[in-house]
């Protein structure tokens, strides 16, 4: 902000002369500029008291600082409607505007400052945030093409595209989802840089990907870069599959007239912005900006809508039972439930407007996922039908499901037809994974599957999808596993919901690949591009708070964050540590303990997804048949906790809520105070109190001298019942276990010991020590009598660490402690406090993940 001061000294009332009101504005934006903003708000008050128009702007400003924008925006127009020509007035309602997420008010008010001061480059950079094609120039009037365009179509099971001659040739879809949104950004707040987009396209066309599919409008960018790298490579150009997204309707109505409304405008905006013709407004949380590239020759289909809760598909075709039929121009339904009915609608109502307004047709389909399939599952109980046999063998009734019901409704592509007006046809498509619903894990035949490649209860049902769509394409528009270090879901043959480092990822993706072409789809797109730090997933959802920070921070724990080819990942590229690298930034962590025995120091340092600990010892081999090492965590509370070591005789003053055992390469890990643990844990399921049952309240830190610390167990598959009563139990991991090795030959590596340097590196996810967002330094704390709604937090000041030398066997004993014990005790004086700074604006760099070499590999082959 660089403003111009004008003084707008007014005219100063007939009862008190003014003669130092340019002093008054003078003082006041001088102490404005030093952030004194009390002796500003007295100085404007002074002016303004002399009718001085310019204090009315300073006074905006300071409220505008002090986060009270209403009466900054009052004063601004206070100001404006004295004297229009305010450049710093114009400048403050900009920028109030922009502060409320109002970017089309943003726009007008910088454009008239700009108009006002055009030399002013911070208001130039204000109108292109709010409004980045300002200075571009308008869009020719739109005209209706002559020629009827077919860009693509369906042909039998398959899709054709034409070649250069213009022949129809099969066209298989290979190809990325692409999420855009970078570490810190919420998912609407796009990138607007038309050189980053240019440069994912590149990278994706090398790894032979022919299609690329969005979920909703991108900003005008990268339809830009689309365009441009298409005719740079016209014999290989990147296919668009564009999506339209929704929320959900009010009271599940999908005929609620204004939520209808803005659904199909999204679809009228997709089709203009598609032909390079859409002028769209700054709204919050969508894209906005001056659509002029023209990218509808490169724009394969479209598949509209999202993966539909079953509740709220259920709720409509509940409000309009029975059988309906729709006779479109280019879609029809003849006696289907409600809500395939409606789908057929809204994908006509598209095809209506593309064809109205720009003679084109192409395919289309709606989004739909296992949960809502079309086919019957006989391991796939409801919840009253689960009820039931829990009730007739003696099991706990009681509990929510944590999930949805996955075989209670569905909806069935084959209802809906394409007309003889209606060259372009109809598919089908499915987000599609491996590991759920967890009927894709039980089902008879799919556990009996098999393809090409081996055992495979994916491919069961891929072939399953194959048999029922059996006269139309089917894309899996969604597939893929991530390399989070945390499991959100165990399947038969280990293609987990995380867990997989980055190479078994690759192979799994790759395989998943070949195994979606051979069970006769008509293409795959891979999900995803890039890793998001905005997702959530249901095992850590609970624990990532304030839940509009996850954004901030990398949750190795959390599977939805990690499914990328480019991984985002914490901290800068270079110069941090990196488990079995080198060891300077390991020895330039900050020490928190020191001592001069065998245990030489801890260090501590931290990323946006880490604690980092340096535990150093005498250089020199470990015995590891001998010897084992632990490390004690106090992260909130120092006098509440655990007071007592496991297994030695050591008290302590400080209360420890985890403890790291390292007892040798292939035995490690770090266990949790018990009333501390959030997770119901392994005992849940052998007492099969396991029906929706996945947490314990309150989760607090209490005052133990028991030595106990509890393995940290999550059920990741809960138990279930089929529908003919087949008993499938709980299923879980201790997500506790630390893995030893060097990150470069392993991503999920927790630890390292280096017998040459004598240094134990040791990275743990945040998420493992609950730690709820590392950004402002939150953690998970529930009051003793929180037993309900979201789980407690609270900011801790930082972390006391402790370490010891043990000799394993029975007994275990004490070699060495470090602080050092006095009387068998560590004193709360010799635990120094080690902190980490918040933050608001996190460090990341990307890299590609291995998975970028099997894809390119395997669609090579094609």
């Known amino acids: 902000m660089a403003l111009t001061l004008a003084l707008g000294t007014g005219s100063a009332s007939a009862q008190q002369p003014c003669p130092a009101v340019a002093a008054d504005l003078a003082a006041g934006w001088h102490a404005y500029r030093i952030d004194s903003l009390g002796v500003a708000s007295r100085q404007f008050s002074l002016a303004a008291d002399c009718g001085a128009v310019g204090a009315l702007v300073g006074q905006g400003f300071v409220q505008l600082r002090l986060g009270r924008l209403p009466a900054a925006d009052s004063l601004f127009a206070a100001a404006l409607a004295r004297d229009s020509q305010l450049v710093d007035a114009w400048e403050g309602s900009a920028r109030v505007a922009w502060r409320r997420g109002d970017h089309a008010t943003t726009a007008r008010a910088a454009k008239r400052a700009l108009h006002l001061a055009p030399e002013r480059a911070d208001l130039r950079e ?4 709010a409004s980045p094609d300002w200075d571009r120039p308008a869009l020719p009037p739109r005209r209706r093409p002559e ?36 570490p810190g950004r919420f998912p609407s707040q796009f990138p607007t840089d038309s050189a980053l987009y240019a440069g994912w396209l590149d990278t994706l066309a090398t790894m032979n990907a022919n299609v690329l599919r969005v979920y909703t409008i991108l900003p005008p960018q990268f339809y830009r870069a689309l365009r441009a790298w298409n005719l740079a490579h016209s014999t290989r150009p990147l296919w668009l599959v564009h999506g339209v997204w929704t929320e959900l309707p009010p009271e599940h109505d999908f005929d609620d007239p204004a939520w209808k409304d803005a659904f199909r405008s999204e679809m009228r905006d997709v089709v203009d912005l598609l032909h390079g013709a859409a002028e769209l407004t700054p709204r919050p949380g969508h894209a906005s900006g001056r659509y002029d590239a023209d990218v509808s020759r490169w724009s394969a289909a479209y598949i509209i809508g999202r993966e539909w809760e079953p509740f709220a598909v259920k709720a409509y075709d509940s409000l309009h039972p029975g059988a309906h039929s729709y006779a479109g121009r280019y ?54 039908e689960e009820r039931e046999w829990r009730r007739r063998v003696g099991r706990p009734v009681a509990g929510d499901k944590l999930e949805y019901e996955n075989d209670a409704i569905g909806l069935d592509a084959n209802l809906i037809r394409a007309t003889a007006e209606n060259p372009a046809g109809w598919f089908a498509s499915y987000h599609a994974y491996p590991y759920y619903p967890d009927f894709l894990l039980y089902d008879p035949g799919y556990r009996q599957a098999r393809s ?48 997989h480092d980055e190479v078994a990822m690759a192979a799994i993706d790759a395989r998943l690949t070949r195994e979606i072409r ?74 928190v303990q020191s001592g001069e025995g065998r245990l030489r120091s801890i260090r501590a340092g931290s990323d946006e997804g880490h604690l980092y600990l340096t535990l150093e010892l005498r250089p020199g081999p470990i015995d590891w048949q001998r010897t084992g090492v632990l490390l004690a965590l106090d992260t909130y ?57 996945f947490y314990r309240r309150p989760a607090t830190i209490g005052v133990e001298t028991d030595g106990r610390f509890d393995p940290m167990f999550v059920i990741t598959n809960r138990a279930r019942f089929g529908r003919d009563g087949t008993f499938y139990p709980a ?47 939150t953690v998970l704390f529930d009051r003793g009598d929180q037993t309900g709604g979201e789980f407690g937090t609270a900011v801790t000041g930082g972390i006391r660490a402790g370490a ?59």
């Open 126 to 129: 204000l109108l292109s945030a």
């Open 147 to 182: 020629e009827f365009s077919l860009i693509a179509r369906t042909a039998g099971t398959q899709f054709e595209v034409r070649d250069g001659m213009g022949r129809w040739v099969p066209f298989y879809m290979q190809g990325v989802n692409l999420g855009v949104a970078l």
């Open 331 to 384: 879609l029809s339904v003849e006696r289907a439930p409600a809500m395939d009915t409606w789908m057929a609608e809204q994908c006509d109502y598209l095809l209506n407007y593309e064809a109205e307004q720009w003679n084109t047709l192409r395919p289309i389909a709606y989004t739909n996922w296992p949960t809502l399939d079309p086919l019957f599952h006989p391991t796939e109980s409801s919840t009253a």
């Open 452 to 499: 090409s490649e081996g055992p495979s209860t994916y491919f069961g049902y891929l072939s399953d999808l194959r048999r029922h769509h059996a006269e139309i394409p089917f894309v899996i528009s969604e597939y893929g596993v991530p390399s989070s270090r945390g499991s959100a879901h165990l399947q038969p043959q280990g293609w987990n919901h995380g867990g």
């Open 518 to 591: 051979e069970s006769g789809a008509a293409g795959a797109i891979l999900f995803a591009w890039m890793d998001e730090w905005f997702k959530k997933n249901w095992i850590v959802i609970d624990f990532e708070q304030p839940g509009d920070r996850n954004r901030l921070w990398f949750n190795a724990m959390d599977a939805e964050q990690n499914y990328g080819i480019l991984g985002q990942y914490p901290g800068p590229a270079d110069g941090r540590p990196v488990l079995g690298g080198d060891p300077g930034p390991w020895r330039r962590l900050q020490p």
């Open 637 to 693: 509370l120092p006098r509440s906790g655990q007071l007592a070591v496991p297994g030695m005789a050591l008290a302590s003053e400080i209360g420890f809520e985890f403890l790291i055992d390292l007892e040798s390469p292939s035995r490690a890990a770090i266990k949790i105070l018990p009333s501390y643990n959030p997770h119901v844990g392994a005992n849940a399921i052998l007492g099969g109190d396991d029906f929706g049952r």
């Open 731 to 777: 299923q879980g991991y201790d997500r506790g276990r630390l893995t030893f090795g060097a990150e470069a030959e392993n991503s999920l590596a927790d630890w390292y010991a280096d017998s040459t340097t004598g240094l134990i590196e040791i990275r743990i996810p945040w998420g493992l020590l609950n730690v709820t967002d590392p950004s402002s330094r």
């Open 804 to 862: 010891l030398v043990y000799q394993t066997g029975v007994p275990v004993r004490l070699l060495e402690a470090l602080p050092a014990a006095h009387g068998g005790r560590w004193r709360a004086v010799d635990f120094a406090l080690w902190t980490w700074k918040p933050w608001e604006e996190p460090v990341s760099h990307s890299r590609l993940k291995p998975v970028y070499d099997s894809l390119q590999a395997t669609w090579r082959a094609r």
